[in-house]
């Protein structure tokens, strides 16, 4: 088993809204996408857990209409289920 991660870059057609009020305007953003390749109980390869992480500064999420959270420099975005849902596409 092991982790890896690329970095690579979703396109919004339209606004997105995220978590804590945070609305990402149309637009290309990079993203850490992040797997875990494992074996199946077959010896097949399989791939799991896998994420689409956008890191926003705080400066980030006040421009995109969010609540800014106290003690924080940035915030990490789980875009997985945008991405699933066609909100998101890989360019």
Same mark, same amino acid.
């Given at each position: 088993?092991s982790? $890896?991660?690329?970095?690579?870059?979703? /396109? &919004?057609?339209?606004?997105?809204?995220? @978590?804590?009020?945070?609305?990402?305007?149309?637009g290309?953003? !990079?993203?850490? #996408? $992040? !797997?875990? @390749?494992?074996? &199946?109980? @077959?010896?097949?390869?399989? /791939?799991?857990?896998? $994420?689409?992480?956008?890191? %926003?500064?705080?400066?980030?999420? &006040?421009?995109?209409?969010? /609540?800014?959270? &106290?003690?924080?420099?940035?915030?990490?975005?789980? %875009?997985?289920? #945008?991405? /699933?849902?066609?909100?998101?596409?890989?360019?």
């Amino acid at each position: 088993m092991s982790c $890896k991660q690329e970095n690579l870059r979703l /396109r &919004a057609s339209e606004p997105v809204v995220l @978590d804590d009020g945070v609305t990402l305007p149309p637009g290309v953003y !990079w993203v850490c #996408h $992040k !797997w875990i @390749d494992c074996t &199946a109980v @077959d010896g097949s390869p399989k /791939r799991v857990g896998e $994420k689409f992480i956008l890191e %926003l500064t705080v400066t980030q999420i &006040a421009d995109y209409g969010g /609540r800014v959270p &106290a003690n924080y420099a940035a915030k990490e975005f789980d %875009l997985s289920q #945008h991405l /699933r849902a066609g909100s998101l596409t890989v360019v």
